[in-house]
């Protein structure tokens, strides 16, 4: 099973960018259907970017036209390339991957991947 190692995150100005990584050690992704989520503190876990094995890709309104989630070509490493960051993008983002392809309408949801990273911090100061 594909182990999940988030890096990339640290503190950012608000307006700048940030892009997380998610090597696949050992392993590649071409199988599995992988998504971006985001825990802030107090708040419940939620979905930020999923893409597909085909690389389609759905997002949160809360990220659409400054997030970019993708893949490298050998689908070795998912990224989250992060733009134009507020305050409120503030939190612990976790890289999450299924071999099962989410329902429709249910990219974003927790409940439809089973392997998690650890998690990588990202804090926005205005």
């Known amino acids: 099973q594909v182990q999940l190692v988030e890096s990339g995150g640290g503190s950012v100005q608000a307006g700048g960018s940030l892009r997380l990584s998610c090597p696949a050690y050992?392993?590649?992704?071409?199988?599995?259907?992988m998504g971006w989520f985001r825990q802030a503190p107090g708040k419940e876990r939620e979905g930020v970017a999923a893409i597909d094995i085909n690389g389609y890709t759905t997002y949160a309104d809360s990220v659409k036209g400054r997030f970019t989630i993708s893949q490298d070509n050998a689908k070795t490493t998912l990224y989250l390339q992060m733009n134009s960051l507020k305050p409120k993008d503030t939190a612990m983002y976790y890289c999450a991957a299924t071999v099962y392809p989410p329902s429709p309408g249910r990219w974003l949801l927790l409940d439809e991947y089973n392997i998690w990273g650890q998690g990588t911090q990202v804090i926005v100061s205005s």
């Open positions: 050992g392993y590649t992704y071409s199988s599995y259907y």
